[in-house]
């Protein structure tokens, strides 16, 4: 039964920075990938950040690569985010996401099937 709960999100203006957390619980010691994807209205839910659980390899969407950095802290049962030099196209819902399967194609949204209940991220010019 695992659980992801999101943490963090806020108004910043642009230029600001946010932190996000992602606490899990339950079995999710099994999970090989995590990551942090991102929902606008009116558009998909894209992938922004991912890492392996394991080795600790990241990957970034070119769209936010050089600002934001995601990491872990595993004896804590915590993923983050840290966001920098936000812009008005960060705004969006974020979410934090899991998976068995090792990060391969690390940002494809279909691939994970554990999902938290999302944070919004609001960036103002």
């Known amino acids: 039964q695992a659980q992801l709960v999101e943490s963090g999100g806020g108004s910043v203006q642009a230029g600001g920075s946010l932190r996000l957390s992602c606490a899990a619980s339950?079995?999710?010691?099994?999970?090989?990938?995590m990551g942090w994807f991102r929902q606008a209205p009116g558009k998909e839910r894209e992938g922004v950040a991912a890492?392996?659980?394991?080795?600790?390899?990241?990957y970034y969407a070119d769209s936010v690569k050089g600002r934001f950095t995601i990491s872990q802290d595993n004896a804590k049962n915590t993923l983050y985010l840290q966001m920098n030099s936000l812009k008005p196209e960060d705004t969006a819902m974020y979410y934090c996401?899991?998976?068995?399967?090792?990060?391969?194609?690390?940002?494809?949204?279909?691939?994970?099937?554990?999902w938290g209940q999302g944070t919004q991220v609001t960036v103002s010019s």
């Open positions: 996401a899991a998976r068995r399967l090792s990060c391969w194609y690390p940002l494809d949204r279909a691939s994970y099937g554990y």
């Open positions: 339950g079995y999710i010691t099994s999970m090989r990938c």
């Open positions: 890492t392996s659980t394991g080795g600790g390899s990241t």
